[in-house]
Nanobody, 125 residues
Framework: VQLQASGGGLVQAGGSLRLSCAAS????????VGWFRQAPGKQREFVAA????????HYTPSVKGRFTISRDNAKNTVYLQMNTLKPEDTAVYYC???????????????????WGQGTLVTVSS
């Protein structure tokens, strides 16, 4: 499956953005999808993930209550709604997919085999 992330941009602190991760090549069904981000000079870090059924979601503590991950399998798309954005949310955001994700590896970069190209989110203070 090929992934295409979009929706990034420049927003003021307190604003909102919605990122999209569209899959092509094969159906998204059966894949768990995660969002990661990487700020300049920092390691890539886990943001959120959703199981293929959409019934289970996971968030890193710093975004819980502000970000919401969801998916529309009919459209082969996963979304990341980001509200109350902060300057520290500034990063390149990547979506990634895995058919074999287990609970203990939800936040692990190496657990995801398919990656999109990233979309830049800049939050100004």
């Amino acid at each position: 499956v090929q992934l295409q992330a979009s929706g990034g941009g420049l927003v003021q602190a307190g604003g909102s953005l919605r990122l999209s991760c569209a899959a092509s090549g094969r159906t998204f069904s059966g894949y768990s999808v995660g969002w990661f981000r990487q700020a300049p000079g920092k390691q890539r870090e886990f943001v959120a993930a959703i199981r293929w059924s959409g019934s289970t979601t996971h968030y890193t503590p710093s975004v819980k209550g502000r970000f919401t991950i969801s998916r529309d399998n009919a459209k082969n798309t996963v979304y990341l709604q980001m509200n109350t954005l902060k300057p520290e949310d500034t990063a390149v955001y990547y979506c990634a997919a895995s058919r074999t994700l287990i609970l203990s590896s939800v936040g692990t970069v190496g657990a995801y085999k398919e990656w999109g190209q990233g979309t830049l989110v800049t939050v100004s203070s």
